[in-house]
């Protein structure tokens, strides 16, 4: 594949974001792609857009920075020099959505370079070295002038390879998306669920009917200073479970491993990154000598963040190190897992109602503590938690799915870009089915499979659209097709594949929800 050498200012045009969060008088409304929405996305979509902050904007400004399909955005900003220069694709045409500050926009010349390509070039490693090097600042600050945006140098193939290449990487990405979106709809259910049962007290009575909302018996709790379900009790956090505040070794900065080799270190930021129930991965490591000096927590914890953000309780799914931002939550009954995390999801919310209008900081262990919850029968917990359980159960797999699929996806990235693979064959079958597939043959120049190269075997993923009569016979057939290709592929190393069953045309019905299978 041969390769051509442009300056990206000679190819795209680059605009710098000036527009803050603020809303003023005279200004026009739009929607936020922000920091954050760019640092945390491969592609912003119209679905992503809907949970954009408003805010306003100058006409000049909307002219300059509003996003449209086939541009790219990158952050420009930061306090570390990782997190400059990470690239999004803007994937549809958006109404009076802008770029927010601290961002840059390219805009590509579609005849020379296909936007897709170029969100996935933007993330190789040999571009982040090229930020790294070239960022201006120290110390607290890091930026990105538009310079040296325009100066990167841009290595394309001919722009039919480049569709190919961008379309490859999307494929992927919409199926990392997929999951986000199945996941996004469990955690609704299980908090709908919680809200239903202990905030509506309409959990099913011995009838199947709603407890409240059918004339279930209530009675007044004074230390709740409210009515809840006869036989309910209330008591605090406490003794329902033991309540520890994390530790940090110090000067930290002693006890960091650059090798990460150590112990798994938890930082707020693993926490906010996420929406999920669950922290899987952990960027920051300590030596083994800090451990002492720290809290360390056993795959399952729950734990909660209680300086920054406070108040986001996760379950550490790893063996790692808290420090004293974190509270760790241990000792309770099986029951109480879940329904403890609501818990604390719904004292989040109180407190940022009281910091309202102030700077609020730390989360003071006693308060947790002491705060008073309803304790529901053991009878209803236990029919909670084995509600929940299995929701929480496939949110943990797809999320972990999602894991493997970044991991696919940034190890193909560089192989793709520099020729070591290169997509011969693609196949995209019938819609009448409502969802498209897309069959990928990767050629490896050096003779080695797919799995051999990348640690990888075929996966293909489906999700239930219709009825299970009408679709789960055609995956079976597309199951036993795709594994003769498989048989033949092991025959020739050189030709093995990568199929994704991909995009969802309608909305996932309730009753589908998580169950997206892989084989």
């Known amino acids: 594949m041969e390769l051509k050498k442009y300056k990206l200012a000679d190819i795209a045009k680059i605009e710098i974001s000036g527009v803050d969060k603020k809303t003023m008088d005279g200004e026009t409304h739009v929607r936020l792609c922000n920091f954050v929405d760019v640092y945390y996305n491969w592609a912003i979509t119209k679905e992503k ?61 579609s005849a020379i370079v296909d936007g897709k390509y170029l969100n996935a070039f933007m993330h190789t490693r040999y571009i982040q070295k090229y930020f790294e090097n070239n960022a201006s600042g120290s110390g607290q600050r890091y930026t990105l002038s538009n310079d040296t945006i325009g100066n990167i140098p841009v290595l394309l193939p001919s722009i039919e390879e480049q569709h190919i290449i961008g379309n490859v990487l999307a494929d992927i990405d919409r199926k990392i998306e997929l999951n986000k979106q199945i996941n996004d709809n469990l955690e609704a259910m299980a908090k709908q669920l919680y809200d239903y049962w202990f905030v509506q007290f309409d959990f099913p009575n011995e009838e199947g009917k709603p407890y409240k909302s059918s004339g279930g018996a209530m009675v007044w709790n004074e230390k709740l200073k409210r009515e809840i379900p006869q036989g309910w009790d209330s008591s605090m956090l406490q003794s329902i479970c033991t309540i520890k505040r994390g530790a940090s070794p110090r000067p930290i900065d002693d006890f960091m491993d650059e090798s990460h080799k150590g112990m798994p270190w938890v930082k707020i930021s693993d926490a906010t990154n996420s929406n999920s129930p669950f922290m899987t991965t952990i960027k920051e490591h300590i030596i083994l000598d800090g451990v002492p000096k720290s809290v360390k927590v056993i795959p399952n914890t729950l734990i909660v963040s209680n300086s920054a953000t406070p108040g986001i309780p996760k379950f550490i799914q790893i ?85 493997v699929l970044t991991k696919q996806r940034d190890e193909l990235l560089p192989l793709l870009m520099n020729g070591q693979a290169s997509v011969n064959y693609h196949l995209s079958a019938s819609t009448s089915i409502s969802f498209d597939i897309s069959v990928l043959f990767l050629n490896f120049t050096n003779g080695n499979s797919l799995y051999e190269t990348i640690s ?59 169950y997206a299978w892989c084989y």
Request: a neutral charge; hydrophobic letters at 35%.
């Open 319 to 403: 063996e790692a190190c808290v420090h004293d931002g974190w509270l760790v939550l241990t000792d309770y009954q099986e029951i109480y897992k879940y329904y403890l995390y609501y818990v604390i999801k719904m004292i989040r919310h109180n407190l940022l109602h009281i910091a309202s209008g102030s700077i609020f900081k730390n989360l003071k262990t006693d308060y947790l503590k002491e705060f008073i919850c309803i304790t529901p029968s053991t009878e209803i917990l236990s029919k909670y938690h084995n509600l929940v359980k299995p929701i929480m159960q496939e949110i943990l797999l797809l999320q972990r799915d999602t894991e």
């Open 456 to 514: 990888l075997d075929y996966q293909c993923f489906a999700l239930p659209l219709h009825s299970k009569e009408n679709t789960h016979g055609t995956i079976q057939e597309d199951k036993r097709h795709i594994q003769q290709r498989q048989r033949q592929g092991d025959k020739h190393a050189r030709e093995r594949f990568l199929a994704f069953f991909y995009k969802c045309t309608s909305t996932i019905h309730q009753a589908a929800f998580g």
């Open 49 to 109: 857009a809907k949970s954009f902050m408003v805010a306003s904007a100058k006409q000049a400004e909307i002219d300059k920075c509003s996003i449209g399909k086939g541009m790219v955005a990158i952050t420009k900003d930061s306090e570390t020099r990782d997190d400059i220069g990470v690239a999004t694709y803007i994937a549809d045409d958006f109404e009076n959505v802008v770029l927010g500050y601290h961002c840059a926009l390219i805009i590509p010349n």
